[in-house]
Structure formats: structure tokens, C-alpha cells
């Protein structure tokens, strides 16, 4: 049985992955911002924590991680304000990998997207290039710590049932379910061919535990 603390517990993804983890015995530790999400993730089977990591400081956020054995982040601003996207998506996610190696935890999930990149090329005009700034950053950080980091770059997302097959061989980006990137973190967590890896995938035909091997 492992211990997994989700930062951004109520999102989609991470309520798939919640029921996913919870189904095979794992202990599971939502951490959300908004305290009228609690039942929805205790409903799951998590055990909720509400605390907002864009206001907390490295301490704080190493205190709500000790003594899990994973951390994911599936956490974000949802767009549209690019200072706290840059609050969030970087800032908070930066403190989150900086609280995990202080509090001794060496696993961490970070959810990214495809194309995220330091040369992702999105003009600065554009309304994306917070959020691809950002989440270039972030994973630079992780990439850049001691943990046994997998970065997950899923493409476009959708509310398709889950095929349990995927492609991470694609040149471009797609679609893929969110209940398949659930599956997908999941797997990862129990693959330690992912660890230090950056992952990018499309729903495909490739089933996921041996795709998860081949990277």
C-alpha cells in the first residue's frame, strides 16, 4: 500500500486517478483549495486536505507532504489570468518539488502537457504564453531536483471513456482521455523505468503498462 498525496485533488484527472489508486489499496491524500469540494473527494475513498498551495510557502507545503510516499501534481490555474498562472502553474508548483526533496519524499508526478518546452515558440502576445512559460519552468525545475521525477506531457484532453491504450511515439500532439492520463500516472507510479523520464502521449494502441516500458 502506498501513500499518494494529489496536489489538485478535484480536478478531473485527479479524481480518476484517486478512484484508480483507492481500487488497488492505496491511501490517497487530496489536497483542495476549496473546502465544499471535500465530499466529492472523501466520496472517492481520499482522505481530503484543504490547504491552497498558491498561498502556502515551501515549509508549509513540505509539512502536507511528509510522509507520503508520491506526490502528484495535477494542480493549475485554469488560464485566463496570466499573474496567476505564473502564481500557480510555476510559483506554487516550484515551491511544491523545493517542499518534497525538504521533506524527504523522493517521488513526483508532475502532470505538464505535450508540447511544453523552454522553446515552446509561443509569442508573448498570445494569451497561452503564461501558461507555456510557466509549465517550461516548472519542469525544468523537477527535472533539474534530486527526486525520481516523471514528467507526463498528455496532448489535448477529453472526457472519453478509457481505451487503456496510448502512443507516446507521436511527433504531434492529439487528444487523450483524462480517465487514460489517470491511468497513465497510475502506471507511472508503479514503473521505475519512468523515473527522470518525460513522457509525452496520444490516446493510441499501445496498452499502457507496456508502453510505460518502452520510454
Known sequence: MARIIIIGGHGHIARH?????????????????????????TGLGAEALVADVEQL??????ALVAEHDAVVWSAGAGGGNPARTY????????????????????????????????????????????????????????????????????????HDEPSGTIDVDASEATQVSRANVAAVIRGALAEPLTIRRTIRFNDGDTPISEALRSV
Open 17 to 41: 486517478l484517486t478512484t484508480l489508486l483507492v481500487e488497488q489499496g492505496d491511501r490517497v491524500t487530496s489536497v483542495i483549495r476549496n473546502p465544499d469540494h471535500a465530499e466529492t473527494v
Open 87 to 158: 502564481a500557480v502553474d510555476r510559483d506554487a508548483a516550484i515551491r511544491t518539488v523545493d517542499a518534497t526533496v525538504s521533506a524527504g519524499v523522493e517521488r513526483f508526478i508532475m502532470v505538464s502537457y505535450f508540447g511544453a518546452s523552454t522553446e515552446h515558440g509561443i509569442d508573448p502576445e498570445n494569451s497561452f504564453f503564461a501558461y507555456a512559460e510557466s509549465k517550461a519552468q516548472a519542469d525544468e525545475h523537477l527535472r533539474a531536483s534530486r527526486l525520481e521525477w516523471t514528467v507526463l506531457g498528455p496532448s489535448g484532453l477529453t
Open 57 to 62: 510557502g515551501t515549509d508549509e507545503i513540505a
